[in-house]
């Protein structure tokens, strides 16, 4: 096998605001895989809060380059990876070389990646769309609009510095889409007294879930918090790997799983099987990134209660298309491997 990578930058088609940061633009490393002609892609996105500059995605890469060219077929590479024979990698880098691993061994025998991985029919799910920190008005018009195009979730993001905005942005939002399914997201931005006192606030305007509501690095306190919720509390920061889903299994409604958080596909269904029986569903959640960097979780939509894979519609211009969600509904292709195609970048204005 041959790895080759490069590097473009996904520009966001408006900033979002989030209760720690607001984002305009990221960097996208895709992973190319070459064998017996066929290539296979993944992709490795920059993030500030996890830790993982552009710098190290591409110096990681590098540095496994050779270990991975000596391979003479994926499934050697895939093997490897479920052995943990590539633990020094970031869970970002090491879920993107899964990808791209995947794509290719299913090229390479003319199967899609949810066969290789069990599913014997393509899988779709209604996925959530983020609406940001933003003024009441501003969201309802933008909810009203995605209501119309399909969607059926909603995911508010939260953490205003006073919680009034937040309250006043839901309310917009479900007056604008009266029929959505809503979920809360205040990035850990609550104290733990805060979320007490909120989350019932929240409920009475028909919230279904909130998502991270306390900061991370006390999954005692979360779970303590989840016991006496009116609605599902999921955890997302508190939930980065394999330990700890584990560790809040039975003890939170749900858990986020990322691939770019745990390391890829088969990291996400261990955890799965983990949680099989606990009490504590699957939420698949992503970064924002293209149709490629979301493709492999599309691939695992049918394990999980709650689907936010809208990463790649927040962009202005997505390098790659193949798992739908315009409508509200993402999908997996029949099409051998991850089922994503290339797009021709835009030409420029004159």
Known sequence: MKLQTRTKQLR??????????VMAARDAVVVTLIHDGLSGHGEAVSSDYLGLPTGLILRQLSEIKTRVERLHRPEQALEQLADRAFAELSAGVRAALEAALLDLAGRLVGEPVHRLLGALTAPSAATARTIGITDPAGAAAQAAR???AGFTVLKVKAGSPDPADDLARVEAI???????RILLDPNGAWTLEQARALIPLFADLGVEAVEQPIAPGDPDALADLAQTSPVPV??????VGFDDAVLLA???????IKLAKCGGPSTALRICEALRGSG???MLGCLTASSLGIAPAVHLV???????LDGHLLLAHDPWRGIGGVDGT???????????LPVPAPEAAI
């Open 12 to 21: 966001l088609s408006e900033p979002l605001r989030i209760s720690r940061s």
């Open 174 to 180: 479900r007056a604008g889409a009266p029929g959505a």
């Open 146 to 148: 995605l209501a119309a």
């Open 250 to 256: 039975g003890r939170v409604h749900g858990v986020n």
């Open 234 to 239: 999921i955890a997302d920061e508190d939930a």
């Open 330 to 340: 993402v999908r997996a292709s029949d099409r051998p491997g991850l089922g994503v």
């Open 280 to 282: 504590t569903d699957i």
């Open 302 to 308: 049918t394990r999980a209660r709650w689907v936010d």
